[in-house]
């Protein structure tokens, strides 16, 4: 079993830039496709973006292409987005989340079994 933690999230400006950090304890991470997911007050879970085991393949959300970076370091058993140009529709609560088959990209939360407990994203304006 996987456990996450998600951290850098915090309060920011329109137009500001934040990296957040996925933290993955347990010897498996490299073995599970990454997800994040977002999530704002009333509202259901977004996907935001996927990668792969090897990062050979990546995946966004629509609202995600081009603003969003996904990454990961299986030695650091870390997983990053990289939200940039945010915007004050980007508050929300960013989670993490592990997909057990290390090749598949899926935007379905259902699919993923293991999850951080998120960190707040909150843009000012």
């Known amino acids: 079993q996987v456990q996450l933690v998600e951290s850098g999230g915090g309060l920011v400006h329109t137009g500001g830039s934040l990296r957040l950090s996925c933290a993955a304890s347990?010897?498996?991470?490299?073995?599970?496709?990454i997800g994040w997911f977002r999530q704002a007050p009333g509202e259901e879970r977004e996907f935001v973006a996927a990668?792969?085991?090897?990062?050979?393949?990546?995946s966004y959300g629509h609202f995600a292409q081009g603003r969003f970076i996904i990454s990961r370091n299986n030695v650091k058993n870390t997983a990053y987005l990289q939200i940039n140009w945010l915007k004050a529709e980007d508050t929300a609560v960013y989670y993490c989340?592990?997909?057990?088959?290390?090749?598949?990209?899926?935007?379905?939360?259902?699919?993923?079994?293991?999850w951080g407990q998120g960190t707040q994203v909150t843009v000012s304006s």
């Open positions: 990668i792969t085991s090897s990062s050979n393949v990546t």
């Open positions: 989340a592990t997909n057990p088959n290390s090749y598949a990209i899926s935007s379905d939360f259902t699919d993923y079994n293991n």
């Open positions: 347990g010897r498996s991470f490299s073995a599970y496709s």
